[in-house]
């Protein structure tokens, strides 16, 4: 005789076809919202870098053109997508010159005091040049001149006297001491003002991958691969130049001549490297600009 069937566990045919459809809808759903928030996430890592190097150009330019003299031949060369100019790196005063010793010696750069008569963002050294402030014989500013003298090696330490602009606590502090082309004038004097400068050129270039940079070499490009300092932007060809110069007079009229130029004004533009989908952009590379410009103070 045969005993009443147990029922078995599990799942029919039927309910398991069924488990399978929702799952691989539900996964298939999950697989587009991730892979919707990974294009999101690489689109706006993309675009916030692009602005950033926009902005990191346009913050370095001007902190170097500001104390650009055109009356004193600051400015080199010009182009539309280059600029050779002499860039202050460092302001100090004099300490007592040495009768015809071609050298100029400036105070320590940190004083018992806390004060502050010698600064630099770089060391000058072989190449550069130090402008120093001859003061003419009468109160009219029309006979005060900066004179240039080429730094010809690196400085070495000083013992000078800085006569009263230093305390006693400083009278043993090392200080600079620079080589020097020619010697001084004998009207240099004890405090006398000193602004060094370094021949840099800022341009568009290709790098060894293709991209496009703004670039910076010191003292000229010729023979040497500018550094990349931002970038990548767009290509140099055409009109829409990933870093463009426009430089122009007093009268606002476009100049060539650096000796004229009492504005330069300048364009960023630059580029996603990759596909953006996010927000109102669609599968498109979003490009930004930034155009700035800075007025020439010490201009003729």
Not at 11 to 17: A, D, G, H, P
Not at 29 to 35: E, K
């Amino acid at each position: 005789m045969t005993g009443p069937r147990s029922a078995r566990s599990g799942f029919s045919l039927v309910e398991l076809i069924v488990i399978l459809a929702l799952s691989t809808i539900v996964m298939g759903g999950l697989t587009s919202v991730l892979v919707r928030q990974q294009r999101f996430y690489r689109g706006t890592a993309d675009l916030i870098e692009t602005r950033s190097q926009i902005r990191q150009a346009a913050g370095i330019i001007p902190s170097d053109l500001r104390g650009v003299s055109t009356a004193g031949g600051d400015i080199i060369a010009i182009s539309d997508t280059s600029m050779l100019f002499r860039a202050t790196i460092g302001q100090a005063l004099a300490c007592a010159p040495v009768p015809l010793a071609n050298r100029i010696d400036i105070p320590p750069l940190t004083l018992a005091n806390k004060n502050t008569l010698a600064s630099f963002s770089m060391t000058p050294g072989l190449g550069d040049t130090v402008f120093v402030y001859h003061d003419g014989a009468t109160e009219a500013a029309g006979d005060d001149v900066w004179v240039p003298y080429g730094i010809t090696g690196a400085p070495t330490m000083s013992s000078v006297s800085c006569g009263d602009l230093i305390g006693s606590a400083d009278l043993t502090t090392p200080r600079y001491s620079f080589p020097l082309a020619s010697p001084l004038r004998a009207d240099v004097t004890p405090g006398t003002p000193l602004r060094f400068v370094r021949r840099t050129r800022y341009t568009l270039f290709t790098a060894s991958d293709g991209a496009w940079y703004l670039g910076y070499c010191s003292p000229d490009c010729a023979g040497s691969t500018p550094q990349p300092i931002a970038g990548p932007f767009l290509s140099g060809a055409g009109g829409t130049a990933g870093v463009a110069f426009t430089f122009r007079k007093a009268d606002g009229a476009i100049t060539a001549i650096p000796d004229s130029v009492a504005e330069v004004s300048i364009v960023v533009r630059g580029r996603t490297r990759g596909i953006v989908d996010m927000g109102g952009y669609k599968n498109t590379q979003v490009g930004d600009s930034l155009r700035f410009s800075v007025a020439i103070r010490n201009r003729k």
